[in-house]
């Protein structure tokens, strides 16, 4: 469908581009590397242009979703809040995007980062939770990364 819209909006027909119904049979029912490579080509391209198309959705679900999850999260009498917009959404995931394409994955981390540095800008707590209340159950033995509050020696802090 998308590709017979696109051939429509730009008013091409097969014809026009000097190929027969015949000649993209042969294509595609005796496929070359050169066919299999801009079959690939057309298939990544349309990933991408389904990916900015629906971006902005995306954006409109993500801001909405982290409010409602805020919203509807308590820890004793601490309440959650945030206003995060859907402009504030798009310029954070569009960022996010580019710098791991530019780095081929390899700013992952400075995502993360930046992703942390977002929830934790754009929250809000209301309440004072009750200190003598956060401990681990007596039933339940030390977990998992136990020991990596004594090797950064966070008692000092």
């Known amino acids: 469908m998308a590709i017979a819209a696109a051939f429509a909006i730009v008013g ?3 014809g026009e581009f000097g190929l027969s119904w015949e000649e993209i049979r042969d294509l595609f029912t005796a496929p070359s590397v050169r066919t299999v490579l801009v ?7 349309v990933y991408l242009l389904f990916s900015l198309l629906i971006l902005p959705l995306r954006c409109w ?3 909405y979703w982290f409010r409602y999850l805020v919203s509807h999260s308590r820890a004793g009498n601490v309440l959650f809040a945030t206003a995060i917009t859907t402009w504030q959404m798009w ?4 960022l996010n995007y580019l710098i791991v394409v530019v780095t081929l994955g390899l700013g992952w981390p400075w ?3 930046r992703t942390l540095r977002l929830i934790a800008g754009e929250l809000w707590l209301y309440g004072a939770p009750e200190g003598t209340s956060v401990r681990q159950p007596a039933d339940r033995a030390p977990g998992f990364g ?3 509050l004594d090797m950064f020696d966070v008692s000092g802090i």
């Open 61 to 63: 679900w993500q801001a």
């Open 91 to 94: 310029g954070f995931l569009v």
């Open 12 to 14: 091409g027909t097969v």
């Open 39 to 45: 079959a690939a080509a057309i298939a990544v391209g």
């Open 111 to 113: 995502v993360m980062h």
């Open 146 to 148: 136990e020991g990596l």
